[in-house]
């Protein structure tokens, strides 16, 4: 059931493999398919992400303020934002479309990072533009030496599938426990929006869940 081999065994998509990197943490794929405006970046056949081609021109992706992923970016002006799960960049490229003034961007597979910049002429050298700080790591080992206040916190379908999501959806993955969500709230400007985008409903009412506790713990 990996996505990676439904997309490649879709014969509508006319999907190949172009990259293939490997990492401690796990096997990355890059996959081009018929659509010249996006790339697949799969981590063990599974998690996927995109990765656009973006030339620095925003009008060009100015589709993507009707996405539902563009509106916590619409809960204040110019947000500073740490995204936690940088993936293949797409959230950097909403983030620059909110014209925040700094992104701090986070990402645990060093192979995804290196499939990125070796794509950097599709991609516009998304993750070394002036306006992007990023970080290879842990994310929540960085939110916790962190000093630094965010107006939005944002995590992104940052979900390994290593579990059954209908049993253990987000049980695995530490960033979603009780004390990350603690920190995030720790590393938010008194406005400022902790946002997460999920599979399914069951992860998202987990998260909310999980939030009210955290909230619960500070007070």
Do not use: C
Request: proline residues 5%; aromatic residues 8%; hydrophobic residues 45%.
């Amino acid at each position: 059931d990996k996505t990676m081999l439904a997309t490649l065994t879709d014969p509508t998509q006319q999907a190949r493999i172009t990259r293939t990197l490997w990492s401690p943490f796990a096997r990355v794929d890059v996959v081009e398919t018929s659509d010249p405006s996006a790339k697949f970046v799969f981590t063990d056949g599974g998690a996927g992400s995109y990765m656009l081609r973006f030339d620095g021109d925003l009008a060009a992706v100015d589709y993507l303020r009707t996405t539902l992923e563009f509106l916590p970016f619409t809960a204040q002006e110019r947000p500073n934002t740490l995204i936690l799960g940088a993936g293949a960049a797409r959230d950097i490229v909403l983030a620059l479309l909110a014209d925040a003034p700094a992104i701090t961007a986070v990402e645990v597979n060093p192979a995804v990072v290196a499939a990125t910049r070796a794509d950097a002429a599709y991609n516009g050298n998304i993750l070394d533009r002036p306006e992007v700080t990023l970080a290879i790591g842990d994310a929540r080992t960085f939110v916790e030496r962190s000093q630094t206040v965010y107006d939005l916190i944002y995590l992104n379908l940052v979900y390994t599938q290593a579990a059954e999501p209908t049993s253990l959806a987000l049980a695995e993955n530490y960033i979603f426990t009780v004390e990350a969500f603690q920190r995030y709230f720790e590393r938010l400007t008194p406005t400022g929006t902790l946002a997460i985008v999920t599979h399914n409903a069951l992860e998202g009412s987990r998260a909310m869940v999980t939030a009210l506790r955290a909230l619960d713990g500070l007070g």
